[in-house]
């Protein structure tokens, strides 16, 4: 971790109350059971993406071409084509090909929708840099989340993920923020937005704040907010635009390039439910899976927030699934909270849950609700860039919010972590290990394998 010498500064706390959707009734009916996936199911981007037999990418190419599509990326990795620019007919007759074994209709996937309340405040000092034991962060008094994920009780010599790499799959990161600096790796900061919305896309800069506030979460310097893996490496892979929308085409991409980066975990703070069953949304879960494993096996652990609609997805039919969350081979994590500061294993209003198939674990997410208090929320680091916010942020300013896109981020830091204490691990192990160690706080059926510790997973064997 490289940090600054002690100064004195004025920081801007913007205070969010909350990033989380409200929450959705559990279904009980055919009625309830579409408003679940139409609240959270993506729009069609256009294009597609188009997986080809084996050795038969150039066939599966000329098809295209000959159909009027244009291929704009390739990932071999899984043999998948992105392409755009196909009409309807042509999708029909493209699926037929003998070099294809599929064609799904791209979907946009949400990172959050918009905050729900905002306010903001000032405070007039920070102090300077305490190093790996991050107990001096100025905000770390109110940073219940750091400690009743145990990660304060895991700062030591050697848990501190140093070597370590965690890839941040989101709105791009500000890599000049002061509890920032240094940490991002640039040979390791990109675009991944292949076919840009907005002049912002082509940077992979945080036009947003939801990877930069994520950032900060995993590796921060310890001078506004203390993290969980304060001397790991970051990776960021921009999937997502300044509006909190991406494809899973792009991040298909930033999958598959964090696994050839080599990435110890990835963190995916984003998602969407589908229909799995659905003809237009089969092959686009396989191709997500398809990632997945490929990450898997190249030893990437892949964690990915549950998602923010309040619902236990054990009790919906199982072709209704939140992606990627519900994926094999994937840590999926639900978010707990606070009540006026008491009670901080509460389940987070607003987090998906259920043990069987929905959750594996669950970790502080932060949450406001009547009679609450703001330090119920989670800080940490805003984007001097960010453009979806009411108000401006600066290389020294950080926001409340809550979502379980910020409970996810400690497990994929957690992963960090315990690698650099005890080595490395697979992924199989890690998810293993925190079922083992995380604390139960409530029934299995609710918060699965309980919430995250990291100080305990040290101790796995």
Known sequence: MRTASSLKTTALIVLAAGCAADPVAGPGSATALASVVAADEGRATGTHLVSYRAGERGGARATVEALGGRVVREMPQIGVLQVAGLAVGGVGTLA?????????????????????????????????????????????PVQWNIRSSGADRAWGPSGTGAGKLVCIL???????????????????????????????????????????????????NGI??????????????????????GTFADILFGILQAADWNADAINLSLGAVIDAKEPIFASLVANMQAAVDYANARG????????????????????????????ANVVSVGATAPF?????????????????RTVDIVAPGGDLVAGGVTEDLVISACSQYARSLPFSCTARS???????????????????????????????????????????????????????DVAAALACP
């Open 96 to 140: 037929t090909s003998a070099s294809v074994a599929a064609v799904a209709e791209d979907r946009e996937v949400f990172a959050r929708p918009l905050p729900r309340a905002l306010r903001a405040a000032v405070a007039s000092e920070r102090l300077g840099v305490q190093g790996t034991d991050q107990r001096g962060a100025f905000f770390y």
């Open 224 to 245: 506004g907010v203390a993290s969980v893996a304060p001397d790991a490496r970051l990776c960021s892979i921009k999937v997502l635009s300044e509006d909190g929308r």
């Open 300 to 327: 990437s652990l892949v964690v990915a927030a549950a998602g923010n609609l309040g619902v236990n997805f054990d009790e919906v039919p199982s072709r209704i699934v939140h992606i990627p969350s519900m994926l």
């Open 340 to 356: 006026n500061q008491s009670s901080f294993d509460r389940l987070a209003s607003y987090s998906n849950h259920g043990g069987v």
């Open 398 to 452: 950080f926001v409340f919010a809550s979502g379980t896109s910020f409970a996810s981020p400690l497990v994929a830091a957690a992963a960090a972590v315990v690698e650099s204490a005890n080595g490395n691990r697979s992924p199989a192990q890690h998810e293993a290990c925190f079922r083992a160690s995380s604390q139960r706080v409530g029934s299995r059926w609710m918060y699965g394998a309980g919430r995250l």
């Open 170 to 220: 989101d709105t791009g990161i500000d890599p000049q923020h002061l509890d920032l600096a240094g940490n991002v790796d640039p040979s390791m900061t990109i675009s991944g937005i292949a076919l840009p919305r907005y002049a912002s896309d082509v940077t992979p800069l945080d036009y947003d704040f939801h990877g930069t506030f994520i950032a900060g979460l995993v590796a921060s």
